[in-house]
């Protein structure tokens, strides 16, 4: 999941839909965020690479939507509604998020697992799906 | 034949009518209103109601034409049977329109000179519909022009078109230019600035760029209405078409029209990013059902399963009776129909007299074959029939058949809660942050708290409580550690046990934790419960919060407004960034845990070690203590007198712009 600002990277990314909750005037999706540009990337526990300023998911509520929609802790977010999230401040990344008039979040996400996922996959071409 | 036309003709007649006076209204509504935004909305539905009023009529003309055509090839010979097939029709949803914007960096970062305000809004078209989406108004401050609407078309074919228009209109000082004459006007731009000249030249410019154009053939034109205001220009247009439908979000490009000598100009980046999502019919509704017996292939010849099988998307489900199908009860099982299945009529049954269908698909690398039968030629021919019209319509829908998109259908949007609107910096930053994200989870905390008060028995407090009683010898070793502090601060006796109902003492420091844990947290209700336990257990704003939860038991208080903002700004964490320290769910073992005072004392220095060993002692379902360091958010409302707002609030910037900090925030 490293890479290199303005290079393109290649990663196995999984979409996700999250439907926000409704409580009282406010729409919570049910987990923490964490990192951005303006954040120190050494204090994230979940990046592999010590200098990436993506954002992180820090913690799922149990039982809200994004545990639901099976977000996981330690997922980086790649995009949400179509808008970047690798190269964001991390009060920007919050407000993509919390847009009131929004019901749905898509989020393009990866974690270390996919990547595992599919490279074991490909090794057994003629197992029954 | 004729009866239908007749009916769709009125249809369309009666739409066009009901534009007609919808058009009418507007223009006198643009007429009578002096207000600007007003104005922008009334010519944005005059807008609308002219483009859909073209398009009825060029509907109608098309019909006529029709008609004329389909009499014409019945008397002469016949025709010829109908023999094409027709792809089903589907819903295409298009949402979250993006259009980047390209302003010069002196224009953006400088801010300089006028601001230029455009008001801004699409139209889409697709077949006979037409909707508009809600007017923005655009200045150089945005970097997008973003509209939330998503909106559905029903009835649309594969071979559909989108046509997305974006109109503009600049929304500056009122020019009116159907009063001015001609000399004065002129002679008014060459005496004004080059730009506002230039604008007001071309308010006045009959309608170069008019966006009702009288090009059509139609005979039937009513007379466009020329109102003055506000007139909307076509800036930009696309159109999207099946290759363009993805279950993500894409970005297509525009074609601008206009120049920079315009008033409505607007620098456009070139693209529009939106998400175009299909739902072709055949994916979503049963295409064909009815009784069916089945038998896989390589077993025994005479083991016919007796199903009712229903066909819709990829996938033909086969249910034991024909009731489950209502009753969504999982299917007996399903065999998939995709694109890579084959399907071929096998020779006849020497038994029967009836073809049977033969139904491949490959699994891995196998290859899985069904046979059907039904019980008459006819009902065979129909399921034939059945399945190459969905071979058809996935043909033409192609991508959309690989998997079912989602459209959400618009919700009918809350009206947005009114802020109040108040002069000071002080509310404005209350309101503006996430802090409202806290009182949802102290919502959540306040239930749990009411779940545990009602498991222990009402009247008596939870076991812990116990820890504040004066005459309990478990208690005796805690507090004093505490009472020396205690001394300089407060002047009540620490040892109050807070089984009645609460004393009026204001308490302000008690402001400061995290009071909002409680629904009916005021500053009274808390100071009361537990007057030690805030100089200790500021830390554990669990173990506050629920302790203030027998009073509030007692003595119900609904909010004021007031009392609701200094609770929010008092808590002891969490500022402006919503940083979250709590966690949602405080086992109330951990409020037993000792805590370590001696941690707590160096208040004054904003040491990230400090803050971690003291919320290390809350609780410890909280990932965010175990990780590196956080925001000392907890440190900043702490000191143990009540600072100003406005300085807690700068406080809390500071410490989320701490280049130390990780800062972790709760969507």
């Known amino acids: 999941m490293s890479f290199v600002p303005g290079q393109p990277m290649c990663v196995v990314a999984q979409q996700i839909e999250i439907k926000k909750l409704r409580q009282g005037d406010h729409l919570i999706l049910g987990f923490s965020i964490g990192g951005g540009i303006d954040q120190d990337p050494g204090q994230n526990p979940f990046s592999e690479d010590k200098t990436d300023k993506g954002i992180y998911v820090t913690r799922i509520t149990p039982g809200g939507p994004a545990e639901a929609a099976n977000l996981m802790m330690g997922d980086k977010i790649l995009q949400v509604n179509g808008w970047d999230m690798t190269m964001v401040p991390h009060d920007k990344a919050r407000k993509r998020l919390t847009n009131k008039k929004e019901d749905v979040v898509r989020l393009l996400v990866t974690r270390k697992t996919l990547e595992e996922a599919v490279k074991h996959s490909m090794g057994y071409p003629n197992q029954c799906h | ?667």
């Open chain 2, 1 to 667: 034949m004729d009866n239908s036309a007749c009916r769709r003709d009125s249809d369309i007649q009666k739409k066009i009518d009901h534009e007609i006076r919808m058009r009418d209204g507007a223009c006198k509504l643009l007429a009578a209103c002096s207000q600007r935004d007003q104005a922008l909305e009334a010519a944005k539905s005059l807008q609308t109601c002219s483009t859909r009023i073209m398009a009825y009529m060029s509907e109608l003309q098309r019909m006529k034409e029709a008609q004329v055509m389909q009499k014409v090839t019945r008397r002469s010979s016949d025709a010829g049977p109908m023999d094409d097939r027709l792809p089903c029709k589907g819903k295409v949803a298009i949402s979250d329109l993006r259009i980047p914007l390209m302003w010069k960096d002196t224009e953006y970062f400088k801010n300089k000179g006028e601001l230029h305000r455009c008001a801004v809004f699409c139209l889409l078209q697709l077949g006979g519909e037409i909707f508009d989406t809600d007017m923005v108004i655009v200045d150089r401050t945005l970097t997008d022009i973003c509209f939330d609407n998503a909106i559905v078309f029903t009835d649309a074919s594969p071979g559909f078109e989108l046509r997305v228009e974006l109109y503009s209109c600049c929304s500056e000082d009122d020019y009116s230019a159907g009063s001015t004459p001609r000399k004065l006007a002129s002679k008014l731009s060459s005496s004004l600035g080059r730009s506002s000249g230039k604008k007001l030249r071309a308010s006045m410019e009959p309608g170069a760029c008019s966006p009702v154009s009288n090009g059509g053939a139609s005979p039937l034109l009513l007379p466009v209405p020329s109102v003055p205001g506000p007139k909307y220009h076509l800036l930009a247009h696309t159109t999207l078409s099946l290759s363009h439908v993805q279950d993500s979000f894409r970005t297509h490009d525009l074609t601008i029209s206009g120049n920079e000598e315009c008033s409505y100009w607007l620098p456009l980046y070139g693209s529009v990013c939106c998400r175009l999502a299909a739902q072709p019919l055949c994916m979503t509704q049963q295409m064909m059902s009815g009784c069916l017996k089945v038998k896989q292939c390589g077993a025994d010849p005479q083991s016919w399963t007796k199903v009712h099988a229903a066909l819709k998307g990829s996938s033909l489900f086969c249910y034991h009776r024909q009731e489950d199908v209502e009753a969504n009860v999982e299917p007996a099982f399903t065999i998939a129909i995709n694109k890579e299945t084959r399907i071929r009529a096998s020779e006849k049954d020497p038994q029967s007299k009836v073809q049977n269908i033969c139904v491949s698909n490959q699994y891995g690398g196998e290859e899985v074959t069904h046979t059907l039968t039904t019980d008459s030629r006819e009902d065979t021919h129909r399921w034939m029939e059945a399945f190459w019209q969905h071979f058809y319509d996935m043909s033409q829908w192609k991508q959309c058949c690989d998997d079912l998109m989602k459209i959400e259908l618009p919700s009918p949007r809350k009206p947005a809660p009114a802020t109040p609107k108040q002069g000071s910096l002080y509310h404005e930053m209350v309101i503006e942050s996430s802090d409202d994200l806290s009182s949802t989870v102290s919502d959540i905390l306040a239930r749990r708290l009411q779940e545990l008060e009602l498991r222990s028995q009402l009247g008596t407090s939870p076991t812990w409580m116990s820890l504040f009683e004066e005459d309990n010898p478990k208690s005796a070793g805690r507090p004093s550690p505490c009472t020396s502090r205690l001394s300089g601060r407060s002047p009540r006796t620490p040892h109050r046990f807070p089984r009645s109902p609460v004393s009026p003492h204001r308490c302000p420091q008690l402001g400061l934790l995290s009071s909002d844990v409680s629904l009916t947290s005021d500053s009274d209700s808390q100071c009361s419960t537990s007057p030690c336990s805030h100089h200790h257990n500021w830390p554990e704003p669990s173990n506050f919060s629920l302790s203030s939860s027998s009073p509030s038991r007692l003595r119900p208080r609904t909010l004021s407004l007031d009392a609701k903002l200094s609770t929010l700004r008092g808590r002891g964490y969490g500022g402006g960034g919503g940083t979250f320290q709590c966690p949602c769910q405080p086992p109330p073992s951990s409020l037993l845990v000792p805590i370590p005072i001696s941690s707590c004392s160096p208040r004054s220095q904003r040491s990230t070690q400090t803050t971690l060993s003291c919320s290390s002692s809350t609780s410890s379902n909280s990932s965010s203590n175990s990780e590196g360091s956080h925001s000392p958010e907890s440190s900043e409302g702490l000191p143990f007198s009540r600072p100003s707002p406005a300085r807690r609030s700068l406080r809390n910037l500071r410490a989320r712009l701490d280049p130390r900090n990780w800062l972790q925030s709760q969507v």
